[in-house]
């Protein structure tokens, strides 16, 4: 779809996926758009499709891409499936020429990724990935700060990423595999978000039965470093991320809650909150999903570029190859 079709109506979007992340997070999100509306839900389970098409006034459910795309006649489609599932999304969406939405990960391998990033660029098509992490009120909030450039340049930047799972292999990849492509590719998109791209100069990994403890060190070509912890065998989720700058600063965030601001030389003041999470910013919203996909629609509309676009994921998949021994192919 170009911007001229799309002008003056609302975007008809094609949801693929009626699991628990697009039932809980990516459908809810797209109820909150104005100018946008379900017309189809396709699933493999037709049951499943229905289930989620009930919840969009008007929406249709199939059971298949393919004929979604002929009857719903979606402007674009949002998917939420397995990463191998995502290739064949991209790829169907490409051939039909439409924009597509994937969640992370965006696909299985960094070779499906630079295929289809490449296809889409032959295409001149919008993609997008549900790095929902880069949208949330929080980061928005420490990005705008730092690119204000009252703070200076970030010089050091350190993400705590723990979640209780997963505890077990998923998409067809051993456990290294799955926390990589289901939790460390949040921090490390992040980090190359604020220093660009980067090798890594250290990283360790400990097993502890079904538990896994990563640890990234990353350098960028400005001198600019990153270290990051993953963990899996937390009770409860925790993120926190602290942004250090050349001027004496620092920044940082908790759980997306709150961004707090030590100024350089800030005597007997101390840290200051800059922001904080209120009772109006909760759920989809403070965590990033209905911002993504906001903005993703707009991009569609205006046929400007989103970012983080598949090409934008390149750079954190290469480290997460490097993580992986290299056995990603």
Request: overall charge neutral; hydrophobic content about 45%.
């Amino acid at each position: 779809m170009n911007a001229q079709n799309g002008a003056g109506r609302r975007l008809r979007v094609g949801l693929v996926g009626a699991g628990n992340q697009m039932l809980d997070c990516l459908s809810p999100a797209i109820r909150s758009i104005d100018d946008a509306y379900v017309s189809g839900v396709c699933d493999l389970h037709l049951e499943k499709a229905s289930f989620l098409a009930a919840q969009h006034a008007g929406a249709e459910a199939f059971s298949s891409i393919e004929k979604m795309v002929h009857v719903a006649t979606p402007d674009l489609l949002v998917a939420a499936c397995a990463p191998q599932a995502h290739e064949e999304v991209i790829a169907e969406a490409l051939s039909s020429g439409l924009p597509v939405f994937v969640e992370k990960p965006p696909t299985a391998t960094l070779e499906a990724l630079r295929h289809l990033s490449d296809s889409a660029a032959r295409k001149g098509l919008v993609t997008g990935v549900g790095m929902n992490f880069r949208f949330s009120t929080a980061y928005l909030t420490l990005k705008q700060m730092l690119l204000s450039g009252e703070y200076g340049r970030p010089v050091l930047v350190s993400v705590t990423h723990v979640a209780n799972k997963p505890r077990q292999p998923l998409w067809e990849r051993d456990l290294l595999w799955s926390v990589l492509l289901a939790q460390a590719v949040h921090p490390v998109d992040l980090v190359v978000d604020l220093i660009g791209s980067a090798e890594i100069t250290d990283s360790v990994r400990h097993y502890r039965g079904d538990r896994l403890a990563i640890g990234i060190h990353l350098k960028s070509a400005g001198c600019a470093f990153g270290s990051i912890i993953v963990a899996t065998g937390a009770q409860r989720f925790h993120f926190r991320i602290e942004v250090a700058t050349d001027s004496g600063a620092v920044l940082s965030s908790s759980d997306l809650m709150d961004v707090l601001v030590r100024p350089a030389d800030a005597g007997e003041t101390g840290s200051r909150v800059a922001w904080n999470a209120s009772p109006l910013d909760r759920g989809h919203r403070r965590a990033g999903y209905a911002g993504e996909l906001s903005a993703f629609c707009e991009a569609v509309r205006s046929g400007r570029p989103f970012t983080p676009a598949l090409p934008d994921l390149i750079p954190t998949y290469e480290v997460l190859g490097e993580i992986g021994g290299g056995r990603q192919r």
